[in-house]
T-cell receptor, first 116, second 116 residues
Framework: DAKTTQPNSMESNEEEPVHLPCNHS???????IHWYRQLPSQGPEYVIH???SNVNNRMASLAIAEDRKSSTLILHRATLRDAAVYYC?????????????????FGKGTRLHILP | EPEVTQTPSHQVTQMGQEVILRCVPI?????FYWYRQILGQKVEFLVS????????KSEIFDDQFSVERPDGSNFTLKIRSTKLEDSAMYFC??????????????FGPGTRLTVT
């Protein structure tokens, strides 16, 4: 899977929007952009994913640059519960459906601190 | 909301002993995974399992490791002779369907394994 680059840490104030950036300049045409997060002392949790168009769900929004070399996870109104490590992950769909290559390769992610 | 459960939450064992970590995946899921996270490090893939056999395994998953789905509900990870470096948080995950239909892996809360 192609590599992503994220800031080590970020801070944000409670009840304000948070924009978490991710660079993936070597992304291929078959890579999906996935975001997971890991709350303290918990397992990772799926947040959102997309291919080319911006995506929204109940947890967050994903804004994808037109050239797909970067993306931004947007938490619209951060709460203390959103303090976590956020992972931006590229997942190549080339081999999907063959019961292989569906593992998730986690990087170091961005540790998000929320200030009350 | 259905969730992946893991037992025990914390296991302490002596070097050289066998341990079995247990997971109950979400009931209608068909794909199962083990990951581990050494303290302060990335989450690492160990093994994926589908249709009662291993689909893929990492270099970490050597002959000391094995997985089993002994009945319709449990999914276990066995370490035959534990080493100090096996100390980590072990996460079980499950997924409903092939990657073409279901992208999201659901993670359990983890078992902290301490080898002394």
């Amino acid at each position: 899977d192609a590599k992503t680059t994220q800031p080590n840490s970020m801070e944000s104030n409670e009840e304000e929007p948070v924009h978490l950036p991710c660079n993936h300049s070597t992304i291929s045409g078959t890579d999906y952009i996935h975001w997971y997060r890991q709350l303290p002392s918990q397992g990772p949790e799926y947040v959102i994913h997309g291919l080319t168009s911006n995506v929204n769900n109940r947890m967050a929004s994903l804004a994808i640059a037109e050239d797909r070399k970067s993306s931004t996870l947007i938490l619209h109104r951060a709460t203390l519960r959103d303090a976590a490590v956020y992972y931006c992950i590229l997942r190549d769909r080339k081999n999907w459906g063959m019961n292989r290559d569906d593992k998730i390769i986690f990087g170091k992610g961005t540790r998000l601190h929320i200030l009350p | 909301e259905p969730e992946v459960t893991q037992t025990p939450s914390h296991q302490v064992t002596q070097m050289g002993q066998e341990v079995i970590l247990r997971c109950v995946p979400i009931s209608n899921h068909l794909y199962f995974y083990w990951y581990r996270q050494i303290l302060g490090q990335k989450v690492e893939f160990l093994v994926s399992f589908y249709n009662n056999e291993i689909s893929e395994k990492s270099e970490i998953f050597d002959d000391q490791f094995s997985v089993e789905r002994p009945d319709g509900s449990n999914f276990t990870l066995k370490i035959r002779s534990t080493k100090l470096e096996d100390s980590a948080m072990y996460f079980c995950a499950s997924k409903r369907a092939p990657e073409t239909l279901s992208y999201e892996q659901y993670f359990g809360p983890g078992t902290r394994l301490t080898v002394t």
